[in-house]
């Protein structure tokens, strides 16, 4: 298993890294420059001569040049031409429906059966899943229009809608409400750009009580950059401390860690994105991978195709210490980027 996680970790860097473009002249432009130069030039200059002149001012022009928006810069600013307009709430994380989900590992149902009183209660590995992400600024344009407050709640529902012997059930569901401070930035070095950071506080609890109850709460700190269409983010949090009478999931940082790091690609009109979380913490025992692809589907404007597989631990509260491998497909209404 580790020797698994390993190497689709690695393929991964490895497949996001290579997908990075570098932008080259254009041919038209490089032909208006010889269409100027050809009609001032004397009769002992070749095209040659005129072709060097062209691609030497091409270069120190793109030199001197801002670079193109990357794009997550291009979200950014797609999302401060909307975000207060009336009637206006953005999206925050991904939002998806996979009606299919297949978990090779199977779903524990032990903690269902003693709450529920009966000892037949089983679940399906094949259940439907969706995620609802949305966010709205509290504050926005602070500091010369460089800080902004935010809120924002996701919800990630665990479907066993094909389990009739239990009546089709939701197997669980997460809920996760934050609140950070978002500093808009744009150095660069080596031609990577932080576009932003943030700093906040999360809960995430899946509202059940007794057996079923499952929380924690989080601060946060947020790193995003940015080179051309890779975006990648580093996530690192710390877990406030509860009373061991009030702690549902004590060593839930054995299992999730104390850091995410994100990377997204913008292929045309895909996004592929991997998120990973407690592999070198865990010394590849208990990481986590999460792979998936966002694709047009027939042209259709809102709705996309979506394919997500989920590899380690923390997919959900409930089973939050519990391996689970799954794939799933189905529909994407908005991506990262």
Known sequence: MNSIYSAVTISSIILFTCLVNIGALHANELEQCLRKKLAIADDSTTVGDLRRQC?????????????????????????????????????????????ATYNTSGYNAEHHRRANGDDSYEFDPFEAQFQISIKSPLVAGLFNDTTDIYAAYTNHSFWQVYNDDISAPFRETNHEPEVWVQ????????????????????????????ELSRSWNRLFATLVFEYGDLGFSVTPWYRLPESAADDDNRDITDYLGHYEIGAIYKWKENTFSLMTRNGLESNF?????????????????????????????GESLIDYNQHVNRLGVGLSLSDWL
């Open 285 to 313: 025992h208990r990481g986590t991978i999460q792979a998936s692809w966002s694709f047009p589907l027939w042209g259709w404007p809102y709705l996309r195709g979506y394919v997500q597989y989920f590899n380690g631990y």
């Open 55 to 99: 691609l030497q001012s091409a270069v120190g022009l793109e030199r001197s040049l801002p670079q193109r928006p990357g794009a997550v810069e291009k979200r950014l600013e797609q999302e401060k031409e909307n975000v207060l307009k009336p009637f206006s709430i953005t999206t925050h994380k991904p939002n998806y429906i996979l009606p």
């Open 183 to 210: 500093f808009n930035t744009n150095w660069e070095l080596f031609g990577i750009r932080n576009t932003w950071n943030s700093f906040g506080i999360n809960h995430q609890s899946n509202g059940q009580s007794g």
